[in-house]
């Protein structure tokens, strides 16, 4: 069974850093292009971050460049999310997810991800 587990959330001041990470349980986790999502109270899930499965190609939403890193390690099967300058309204639950195949340009057309994990919640106060 097919596991993507995420950590690292927690409560920030606004101007703070933290550090998410994803462990996934995947046979041939290079094999896959990840996210980072994330949703806020009444607001629709929406992408942060994308790396894709081969030269690890990445790609930003516009509200994130800049203060959010993105990377993989294929060798402990684990994507991180660097989050720095951190403001009140990167407050949601975030979310990893996994596409197999995964390039920056499919994935950003699509919504339905082969796996994902249940989240982890971050919280910056201002």
């Known amino acids: 069974q097919v596991q993507l587990v995420e950590s690292g959330g927690g409560l920030v001041q606004a101007g703070g850093s933290l550090r998410l990470s994803c462990a996934a349980s995947?046979?041939?986790?290079?094999?896959?292009?990840m996210g980072w999502f994330r949703q806020a109270p009444g607001k629709e899930r929406e992408y942060v971050a994308l790396?894709?499965?081969?030269?690890?190609?990445?790609y930003y939403a516009d509200s994130v460049k800049g203060r959010f890193t993105i990377s993989r390690d294929n060798a402990k099967n684990t994507m991180y999310l660097q989050m720095n300058s951190l403001k009140p309204e990167d407050t949601a639950v975030y979310y990893c997810?996994?596409?197999?195949?995964?390039?920056?340009?499919?994935?950003?057309?699509?919504?339905?991800?082969?796996?994902w994990g249940q989240g982890t919640q971050v919280i910056v106060s201002s």
């Open positions: 995947l046979r041939t986790f290079s094999s896959y292009g």
């Open positions: 997810s996994a596409d197999h195949l995964g390039t920056i340009s499919s994935m950003i057309s699509k919504k339905d991800y082969d796996y």
């Open positions: 790396i894709s499965w081969s030269a690890g190609n990445v």
